[in-house]
């Protein structure tokens, strides 16, 4: 990943963490427990915007040709297994048996090669535009349609080959509500890469 991708990717996840850990570690040198439960409130938001941030950034290193065992690696973990375990907490689901999530995977895969490289470059830009969205804390508040967009890349990114381009297209059509400047530059790039996509 190149300097200029890292702080692109940086900014678009989080402008505020260096504010928020001087309040954390502010909150943690004083005696006074009014500022530690405040700071412990505020640990519990950072601590999912990491979260997110995390998987995201699993993603994007599996999505550039990483594999498991290098993002086990980077993550300091033993095994690719740690690291597709910790990758499914962080998605949220609760079976950390990687198992069934990498036979789906698999299968999506072969699905999509046999529609051809449309379908695969279609997905992969998808699950990028997904991934800026979900990095992104103002999403919803940045157009009317924005939560429904989200929830429709969500499917999108799951969806069979058929159904994967009429709900990628339904993104494109309510990401049209929304005007340039409501959207990061991040955002915008995923999208403009999603639209080509679907020419």
């Keep these: 990943m190149t300097n200029a991708r890292k702080h692109e990717t940086i900014n678009a996840v989080e402008p505020d963490v ?14 006074d427990p009014d500022p530690a439960l405040d700071a412990l409130t505020l640990l519990r938001g950072v601590r999912e ?34 690291a597709e375990q910790r990758y499914l907490r962080l998605t949220g689901d609760q079976n950390r048996d990687v198992a ?67 709900l990628a297209s339904s993104v494109i059509d309510d990401l049209r509500q929304a005007t340039e400047t409501a959207l990061p530059l991040p955002i915008t790039k995923a999208a403009d890469d999603l639209r080509k996509a679907l020419t």
């Design 18 to 31: 260096e504010r928020d850990l001087h309040t954390l570690l502010t909150a943690a040198r004083s005696d």
């Design 49 to 82: 915007r990491l979260d997110a941030t995390e998987r995201a950034l699993i993603e994007s290193a599996r999505a550039g040709g990483a594999s498991w065992a290098t993002v086990a690696t980077a993550l300091g973990l033993a095994s690719r297994q740690a």
């Design 100 to 166: 069934p999530s990498r036979i789906t995977r698999q299968r999506q895969r072969s699905v999509d090669t046999s529609h051809g490289p449309a379908i695969a470059t279609l997905r992969a830009a998808t699950r990028a535009l997904l991934r800026r969205v979900e990095a992104d804390d103002a999403w919803t508040s940045r157009f009317t349609r924005a939560a429904l967009a989200k929830d429709t890349l969500r499917m999108a990114a799951e969806a069979p080959p058929g159904a994967l381009f009429a």
